[in-house]
C-alpha cells in the first residue's frame, strides 16, 4: 500500500477537523423580571456575547423575585435576576439561594433609583399624607414593601394605616390613573413612563432606603448552593458576558436607547428621558448585602439571627 503523503494527512486531519461538531454551548435559563437592569443581558444575547463564551442562555421572564426564586426552586431557571430582599427572605426561610452577581446599587445622596411617588389626583404631598391611603408595592417581601416600610417609618406613620397592594408593576400606572390606588414604588422603565403619563406624579422620596449613606445591592443574579458548587467556570463566563456588554453599553449610548424601544416597546420621548449607566464591576461584596438585611430584621421581615454571609456566593 502506497504510504499517505505528509501533506495528504494533513489535509485529511483538518477535514476531519472541519467535519467535526462545534463544541457543544452549555445552556442556562435565567429568570428574569423585564426592568431596565437587564439592557446589558438583551444586548448580550443580540451581540452573540454568551455563546462567545461557550454559554447558550435563555431568558425566561416571570413577574418578580420572588417568581425568579420559585423558578430556580423547581429548576425550570438555573439562575434568576432579583432584588435583594426576596432572596435573602428565602434563605431566613432556609431556601438554598446565594447571590453570584451584583448589577445596581445605591447610596444617598450619589446614586438613587427607587422612585416613591402619588398620583396628584391623591392630593399626598409627603409621606405623612400616606396614612389612610392605598399604595402599591409589587410583590410581597419585595424591595418595594421594603422601601415603603422604611420610608413611612422613618415619617412616623405606620404600617398598619395604609392599605397596600401587590400588582406587579406594569399594572401600577394604570391603577393610579384610574384612581385604583394613590401612591406607588415602582423600578424603572415603569418610573419614565408614570412621570410622562397623565398620573402626574409628586416624587416623594428616592431611594429604596430611607437615606441610607451606605452602598447597598438593588438587584443582582443568585442561584442555589448546589448550581453555584459545581458551576463556578459558568458564573465566571455569564459575569465576562455581562461586563463586555455593559463596556459597550457606556460607550455608546444610543445603543441603549435602541434597546428601550425595541425591546421594552417605549415610546422614543420616554427612552430619551431615561438613565442609561451600569455598573462595570459586577462585583458581589458582603457589605453591600449588609444595609439591606439590617433593614429587613428592622421591620421585622427576617429573624434576627440571618447575616449578610448567608445570602452571597464567596469569590472565585
Known amino acids: 500500500m502506497t504510504p499517505i503523503r505528509p501533506t495528504l494527512a494533513a489535509l485529511s486531519l483538518a477535514a476531519l477537523a472541519a467535519a467535526a461538531p462545534a463544541q457543544a454551548q452549555e445552556k442556562v435559563k435565567f429568570a428574569y423580571l423585564k426592568t431596565t437592569t437587564m439592557v446589558p443581558f438583551f444586548y448580550a444575547d443580540q451581540k452573540g456575547y454568551f455563546k462567545a463564551e461557550g454559554i447558550d442562555l435563555e431568558l425566561v421572564p416571570v413577574q418578580g423575585g420572588p417568581a425568579a426564586a420559585a423558578a430556580v426552586a423547581s429548576g425550570s431557571a438555573q439562575i434568576g435576576y432579583a432584588a435583594p430582599t426576596p432572596i435573602i427572605i428565602a434563605r431566613d426561610q432556609n431556601q438554598p439561594y446565594r447571590f453570584i452577581i451584583g448589577l445596581q446599587w445605591e447610596r444617598t445622596p450619589d446614586t438613587l433609583w427607587g422612585p416613591l411617588l402619588a398620583s396628584e389626583r391623591s392630593g399626598i404631598k409627603s409621606f405623612k399624607d400616606v396614612a389612610g391611603k392605598t399604595i402599591l408595592a409589587g410583590p410581597p417581601g419585595g424591595l418595594c414593601e421594603l422601601a415603603w416600610r422604611d420610608w413611612l417609618a422613618k415619617n412616623n406613620v405606620a404600617w398598619s394605616s395604609v392599605k397596600v397592594l401587590t ?150
Not at 219 to 245: L, M
Not at 252 to 279: C, G, H, N, Q
Request: hydrophobic share 45%; net charge positive.
Open 167 to 316: 400588582n406587579p408593576f406594569p399594572q401600577h400606572q394604570a391603577a393610579l390613573e384610574v384612581g385604583n390606588a394613590d401612591a406607588s414604588c415602582t423600578p424603572e422603565p415603569f418610573f419614565s413612563s408614570i412621570k410622562a403619563s397623565k398620573v402626574k406624579p409628586v416624587v416623594l422620596g428616592m431611594g429604596y432606603l430611607a437615606e441610607e449613606k451606605r452602598r447597598y445591592l438593588i438587584d443582582g443574579v443568585f442561584a442555589t448552593d448546589a448550581w453555584i458548587a459545581t458551576n463556578g467556570k459558568t458564573i465566571g463566563a455569564i459575569k465576562r458576558a455581562v461586563a463586555r456588554a455593559v463596556k459597550d453599553l457606556n460607550t455608546d449610548k444610543p445603543l441603549v436607547r435602541k434597546i428601550l424601544i425595541d425591546e421594552f416597546k417605549l415610546p422614543a420621548s420616554v427612552a430619551d428621558t431615561m438613565r442609561s449607566d451600569y455598573d462595570p464591576e459586577l462585583r458581589m461584596d458582603v457589605a453591600d448585602i449588609v444595609p439591606v438585611v439590617e433593614a429587613l430584621k428592622r421591620h421585622g421581615m427576617i429573624k434576627p439571627g440571618l447575616k449578610a454571609t448567608d445570602v452571597v456566593a464567596e469569590a472565585k
